[in-house]
C-alpha cells in the first residue's frame, strides 16, 4: 500500500473507561538523509480517548482501538482502505517478519528543552529486515496532554501483545518530543521474493551510508478534537486490498513473537 511503517509513535490507557475530554495535537518535522536519498517532511499526530490520526499531508492513517480498524485515506483520489487492528493474516505475517517493533528504551539520565517543554532522553536499539539501527528520544510528561498521549500508547501496546504481532515494546511515558534514528543498512529478502531479485537488491544495499532519521515537535497542544476529524470525509470511496500469503509465511507456521 506504499505506506511507511510509521514506526515509534503514539497510543491511549487501558483502564480508561471513558474517552477524554481533550485531545493531544502534536505537529512535527523530519529529516531524513542516507539510504536512498535524503528528504524533509512534516506530520501532524492527533490522538483523543482510544482513536488516533496522522497525517502528513500525502495521506492519513485512522487508528481506532475501540473498533479495532485502521484506515487510510488518500485525499488526492478520494479513496480509503480499511483493515482489522490488530492486522490479521498476510498483513500480520508480513508485519511481523519485517521486525523492529520490539524497541526496549533504556533513560540516559540527561533532560533538554524541545518545543518549549522539558523532557527526559532515552535510547534503544534493535534490529529488523532492512537493518540494525539504534535510536534516541526524548519524552515529555510535562507537555500538554502527556497523559492521555501515554495512555493511548499504552493501549496500542497491549492490543499487539495479544495479537499475532506480540512483542510490541511499550515507549516510555510522554509526548515524544524529538526522536534521531540510524539504521545500518543490510542485505535483506522481503519474505516471498525471488532470489534472483533478492540478490540484485542485496548487492544495491551493500555500501550504502546509514539511513539518519531526525524527527523534533514544533508544536504540542491540548483541545478538544471534532469527532468527525476521526471519520472517513463525506465523497470517499473505499478501495478493498488482497494480500496473498508469502510462501515464507503459510498460514499454518504462525511467525514466532520476536518482533514503522
Do not use: H, W
Not at 500500500?1 to 481533550?22: D, E, H, Q, W, Y
Not at 488516533?52 to 484506515?71: C, P, R
Request: with cysteine; glycine share 10%.
Amino acid at each position: 500500500m506504499g505506506l511507511k511503517p510509521i514506526s515509534m509513535s503514539t497510543v491511549l490507557v487501558a483502564f480508561l473507561t471513558t474517552p477524554a475530554f481533550a485531545g493531544v495535537i502534536l505537529t512535527e518535522k523530519t529529516s531524513t538523509s542516507g539510504g536512498m536519498g535524503s528528504g524533509e517532511s512534516e506530520r501532524t499526530v492527533m490522538v483523543q480517548g482510544n482513536r488516533q490520526k496522522m497525517t502528513n499531508g500525502k495521506q492519513s492513517v485512522i487508528l481506532d482501538l475501540d473498533k479495532g480498524s485502521v484506515t487510510i485515506l488518500s485525499p488526492d483520489s478520494k479513496t480509503y482502505v480499511e483493515a482489522p487492528f490488530p492486522p490479521t493474516g498476510p498483513m500480520a505475517a508480513m508485519m511481523q517478519s519485517m521486525g523492529g517493533m520490539n524497541l526496549q528504551f533504556k533513560r540516559t539520565g540527561n533532560s533538554k528543552t524541545v518545543a518549549g517543554y522539558k523532557c527526559d532522553e532515552y535510547t534503544g536499539s534493535g534490529s529488523m529486515m532492512m537493518g540494525d539501527y539504534t535510536v534516541v528520544a526524548c519524552f515529555s510528561t510535562d507537555a500538554p496532554g502527556a497523559a492521555d498521549f501515554s495512555a493511548f500508547d499504552k493501549q496500542m501496546a497491549e492490543k499487539l501483545k495479544r495479537s499475532a504481532i506480540s512483542a510490541m515494546g511499550t515507549p516510555p511515558a510522554g509526548v515524544p518530543l524529538s526522536l534521531e534514528s540510524t539504521t545500518k543498512l543490510k542485505a535483506f529478502q522481503i519474505p516471498g521474493m525471488d532470489p534472483e531479485q533478492a540478490k540484485k537488491l542485496g548487492a544495491m544495499m551493500t555500501g550504502r551510508p546509514p539511513i539518519v532519521s531526525t524527527t523534533v515537535a514544533t508544536s504540542v497542544k491540548s483541545e478538544r478534537i471534532p469527532d468527525e476529524s476521526f471519520a472517513v470525509p463525506i465523497g470517499y470511496t473505499k478501495r478493498e486490498v488482497r494480500m496473498n500469503p508469502p510462501p515464507s509465511a503459510a498460514p499454518s507456521a504462525a511467525p514466532s513473537a520476536s518482533a514503522p
